[in-house]
């Protein structure tokens, strides 16, 4: 039987759903009501911003796989809301965060690289079939993928397709347990990120460097705060699209030239332009920031970053399907083991080196989430620090391949044992 496509399929229509979506949020949200006022003590409002549109996909009334929702978002939106969100910000500041934030990021590294040999080791202990398919259609193979997009992105993603060759019907197996298990994992992030002080405590930590940099970034917002009139909201979207237009035509050049003149580069994403675009629009930015275009934070440069990335995380979430976990039960048995492992790697080196929830939940989602949802998370804690998510996902585009494919290599042996 065939099956029927989503009740809405203009973009159109899909975006201005999401858009009434978000202003019931953040109306409900500031309201004075007893139940709301109750309810969004316990619901964090970004969290409601990016399930709400995963059960309109679920439920078919839109497709986010169809949609061209997310790649204008994500293209066009994420590098302007980038460079509105580090006009502002206080790079010192951020360098002194000190070497904590980059352990975590390669804990979290290395979490994915060991977790899904175990995981399928796990699963495989439980449910011996797992093992039984061959050639293209050998599980590791696709696992391989799913390595290459949490270590790194879509491009370290493609390059394990292209090295351990998983059947098409299994790397969009793969693309399912990849998007569910890191989007649960992200809506966790996102719940505890907005009172991160119990774990915190938990993991004894010394957060006092974060909140620091919070504090000194907000008394500078307030010595520059005025009512932002016509000009200065103009200037904003002109320096926010004007800096993502020179990122997209410099990404346009330099990730065709670095693919067709240095190919062996490709395994530090260096062929991609997403990844040149997101690395231009946030260098400009941090450029910026030691000019006067820092004063237009006092405008409201960083809540015009807010109000597109909110855009952004409800065009993720509305890719989001919530019954796919139905389809293949035992691949996303594996990915819920990965995703364990990973947290308990991390979570135990955090005790170690008692780092904050922060340095946490940034350090994990820029290995699984990258560039596209890492500022999401940071952001979640307070909006002045997405640019550390930004900077930390970077690295994962550099160390992704090396790591997917000896994560890959481990599956492989787990696999013939």
Request: glycine share 10%; hydrophobic share 55%; charged share 10%.
């Amino acid at each position: 039987m065939e099956e029927s496509g989503p009740l809405l399929t203009n973009d159109a229509v899909v975006f201005g759903l999401l858009a009434v979506t978000l202003a019931f949020v953040f109306a409900t949200s500031a309201s004075k009501h007893p139940f709301w006022q109750k309810f969004y003590r316990y619901v964090p409002t970004v969290l409601l911003c990016y399930f709400i549109p995963a059960v309109f996909n679920s439920l078919g009334i839109i497709s986010g796989e169809s949609s061209q929702l997310y790649f204008v978002s994500s293209r066009y939106l994420l590098p302007a809301s980038l460079v509105l969100f580090t006009i502002s910000i206080d790079l010192k500041g951020i360098l002194k965060l000190g070497p904590k934030a980059l352990t975590m990021f390669l804990a979290g590294s290395v979490g994915i690289m060991l977790g899904g040999p175990l995981a399928l080791l796990t699963v495989g202990v439980m449910f011996p079939d797992i093992y039984s398919a061959s050639g293209p259609d050998e599980l590791w193979r696709g696992l391989s993928t799913i390595a290459g997009s949490w270590i790194g992105g879509g491009a370290n993603q493609t390059a394990m397709l292209e090295v351990f060759g998983a059947s098409p019907v299994l790397f969009g197996q793969m693309i399912a347990v990849d998007v569910l298990v890191a989007n649960l994992w992200m809506a966790f992030l996102l719940y505890w990120a907005a009172k991160p002080e119990k774990l915190d405590k938990l993991l004894k930590s010394d957060n006092s460097a974060i909140y620091e940099l919070r504090d000194r970034i907000t008394k500078f917002r307030e010595g520059i705060m005025r009512i932002p009139s016509l000009g200065d909201t103009m200037m904003i979207l002109g320096v926010g699209f004007g800096v993502t237009g020179i990122s997209h035509l410099c990404a346009d050049f330099l990730g065709p030239w670095f693919g067709e003149n240095y190919p062996e580069l490709d395994q530090y994403s260096l062929n991609s332009t997403f990844f040149w675009i997101v690395v231009i629009a946030t260098t400009l930015g941090l450029i910026l920031s030691f000019t006067r275009a820092r004063n237009l934070e006092g405008a409201g440069a960083s809540r015009m970053g807010s109000v597109l990335l909110y855009v952004l995380v409800a065009t993720i979430g509305a890719q989001m399907d919530l019954g796919a976990v139905l389809d293949n039960p035992v691949f996303f048995l594996v990915g819920i083991f990965w995703m364990i492992f990973h947290i308990l790697i991390m979570g135990f080196v955090a005790w170690m080196i008692k780092a904050p929830f922060f340095y946490v939940a940034v350090g994990s989602q820029a290995n699984v989430g990258g560039a596209a949802s890492a500022p999401i998370v940071a952001g979640a804690f307070d909006a002045s620090l997405a640019p550390v998510g930004v900077l930390l996902a970077v690295l994962g585009y550099a160390v992704g391949t090396y790591g997917a494919y000896l994560s890959g290599l481990m599956m492989q042996a787990v696999s013939s044992w």
